[in-house]
């Protein structure tokens, strides 16, 4: 069975007034006190109660007064690291931070929580005599990678990485993972922008293959209404999102073959009336797009698109947007499936005076990248959409990432 100690590090409902772990409090606050009243200028006894307080501690760690913990033992600390005056890190699990890290003043990093529904934080008819909280507690994991900088004033929630290199900007209430190399800021925290690493070898960039949904314009939430208005009426429940997108792979006639093949044709019918119709409402690309397509022509930039979606939804958008005359070649999806290497490949063969090496796919998905890996072509994640995930698109190591269509303008006037 169980320890409590162990729930607790394992991320599930755990006993705060379990003995053992109120003996680790209890030794965490009065070694937390003795360090808080030793002078700063006595290092060795300072070094020692933190040796003694945390889980593990590396060389060159300066940690300012007052500072306050939970358990202590749960805390890991790398090397060269400063945690400034009056930050609290509440380590009920563990609190992993790595070398060269420098942590501002009054930070707070939480890894309790509770769940926001009533009936699951709180226990019913809670007995005070049952040895047992009136509230159910677990805790989750925070870990802050090499050289990162965490500003003022921040508060990292449980659960959160800080991917190398980046930058919490103060203030900032850190809900979710931050990428490698990002400066991120705001509450919710959120990338604004990317760190420049050295200069790789400039490639000239003379094709440029672009994706649509979620890259070039917000059209996934017009894809999403236009599936609800659809099928609801016609298998007569409620469709989520998650349902929809889950049969993402094929063009919209794959979609709604997966829910409706024996009223796949008023299906169709019906999602490009609704497709058009809605449309107003997302009725230009993004901004800085459409002045981005026409500056790259006026250069005489090749421009080709790679999209998933089906042959007239694809047209719908882009004479609703004024671009289809920008685009050389368009490949769209297909009913069976996914095809989106198929459709890169289709582009490199229509440029064929071309190297794979002067081309570039941009893309907003992970399944873009795949791709682009099969093919063998360089390719950019555009993580400027609210519908990105850009803690996913960094994951799988992508040529670049940009999280703004300015950065991303910017970088392609420097390589072409």
Same mark, same amino acid.
């Given at each position: 069975?169980?320890?409590?100690?162990?729930?607790?590090?394992?991320?599930?409902?755990?006993?705060?007034?379990?003995?053992?772990?109120?003996?680790?409090?209890?030794?965490?606050?009065?070694?937390?006190?003795?360090?808080?009243?030793?002078?700063?200028?006595?290092?060795?006894?300072?070094?020692?109660?933190?040796?003694?307080?945390?889980?593990?501690?590396?060389?060159?760690?300066?940690?300012?007064?007052?500072?306050?913990?939970?358990?202590?033992?749960?805390?890991?600390?790398?090397?060269?690291?400063?945690?400034?005056?009056?930050? /609290?890190?509440?380590?009920?699990?563990?609190?992993?931070?790595?070398?060269?890290?420098?942590?501002?003043?009054?930070?707070?990093?939480?890894?309790? /929580?509770?769940?926001?529904?009533?009936?699951?934080?709180?226990?019913?008819?809670?007995?005070?005599?049952?040895?047992?909280?009136?509230?159910?507690?677990?805790?989750?994991?925070v870990?802050?990678?090499?050289?990162?900088?965490?500003?003022?004033?921040?508060?990292?929630?449980?659960?959160?990485?800080?991917?190398?290199?980046?930058?919490?900007?103060?203030?900032?209430?850190?809900?979710?993972?931050?990428?490698?190399?990002?400066?991120?800021?705001?509450?919710?925290?959120?990338?604004?922008?990317?760190?420049?690493?050295?200069?790789?070898?400039?490639?000239?960039?003379?094709?440029?293959?672009?994706?649509?949904?979620g890259?070039?314009?917000?059209t996934?939430?017009?894809?999403?209404?236009?599936?609800?208005?659809?099928?609801?009426?016609?298998?007569?429940?409620?469709i989520?999102?998650?349902?929809?997108?889950?049969?993402?792979?094929?063009?919209?006639?794959? /979609?709604?073959?997966?829910?409706?093949p024996?009223?796949?044709?008023?299906?169709?019918?019906?999602?490009?009336?609704?497709?058009?119709?809605?449309?107003?409402?997302?009725?230009?690309?993004?901004?800085?797009?459409?002045?981005?397509?026409?500056?790259?022509?006026?250069?005489?930039?090749?421009?080709?698109?790679?999209?998933?979606?089906?042959?007239?939804?694809?047209?719908?958008?882009?004479?609703?947007?004024?671009?289809?005359?920008?685009?050389?070649?368009?490949e769209?999806?297909h009913?069976?499936?996914?095809?989106?290497?198929?459709?890169?490949?289709?582009?490199?063969?229509?440029?064929?005076?071309?190297?794979?090496?002067?081309?570039?796919?941009?893309g907003?998905?992970?399944?873009?990248?795949?791709?682009?890996?099969?093919?063998?072509?360089?390719?950019?994640?555009?993580?400027?959409?609210? /519908?990105?995930?850009?803690?996913?698109?960094?994951?799988?190591?992508?040529?670049?990432?940009?999280?703004?269509?300015?950065?991303?303008?910017?970088?392609?006037?420097?390589?072409?």
């Open positions: 069975m169980k320890t409590e100690l162990q729930k607790c590090l394992d991320g599930e409902i755990f006993n705060t007034s379990d003995k053992e772990i109120q003996r680790f409090i209890h030794h965490a606050r009065k070694l937390s006190n003795s360090y808080n009243s030793t002078p700063s200028n006595n290092s060795k006894k300072r070094n020692e109660i933190l040796s003694e307080l945390f889980g593990e501690i590396g060389n060159n760690v300066n940690i300012d007064t007052p500072f306050y913990c939970d358990y202590g033992r749960h805390i890991f600390i790398g090397s060269n690291v400063i945690i400034n005056i009056n930050c /609290t890190f509440v380590d009920c699990n563990k609190i992993e931070i790595g070398n060269n890290v420098l942590i501002a003043s009054n930070v707070q990093i939480y890894t309790s /929580t509770h769940s926001t529904k009533v009936n699951e934080r709180l226990v019913e008819n809670w007995n005070p005599n049952s040895g047992l909280p009136y509230f159910r507690t677990y805790a989750l994991l870990k802050i990678d090499d050289n990162v900088w965490i500003g003022g004033g921040v508060i990292i929630l449980p659960g959160v990485t800080i991917g190398e290199n980046s930058v919490i900007g103060a203030g900032s209430v850190v809900t979710k993972s931050i990428p490698t190399n990002c400066v991120a800021v705001g509450n919710p925290c959120r990338v604004i922008r990317k760190i420049k690493e050295k200069p790789k070898n400039k490639r000239r960039i003379k094709a440029i293959i672009f994706d649509l949904d890259t070039l314009g917000n996934i939430p017009l894809c999403l209404e236009a599936f609800r208005r659809t099928l609801e009426p016609l298998i007569g429940k409620t989520s999102n998650e349902e929809i997108i889950a049969t993402f792979g094929p063009s919209e006639e794959g /979609t709604i073959k997966a829910f409706i024996e009223k796949y044709n008023q299906g169709i019918s019906d999602y490009l009336y609704y497709y058009e119709k809605l449309h107003k409402k997302w009725p230009k690309p993004f901004d800085g797009i459409l002045s981005l397509l026409s500056e790259l022509k006026q250069r005489d930039i090749s421009i080709a698109m790679v999209t998933g979606k089906g042959k007239q939804s694809t047209n719908i958008t882009l004479q609703k947007f004024g671009i289809r005359h920008l685009f050389e070649k368009i769209t999806g009913i069976k499936g996914a095809r989106k290497p198929e459709g890169i490949k289709a582009i490199i063969d229509f440029f064929h005076d071309l190297d794979k090496n002067e081309m570039i796919y941009v907003d998905a992970p399944n873009d990248i795949i791709a682009c890996n099969q093919v063998g072509i360089p390719v950019i994640a555009a993580a400027w959409g609210e /519908t990105a995930e850009p803690e996913r698109l960094a994951e799988l190591k992508p040529d670049e990432i940009f999280y703004s269509i300015d950065d991303f303008t910017n970088w392609i006037n420097s390589n072409i």
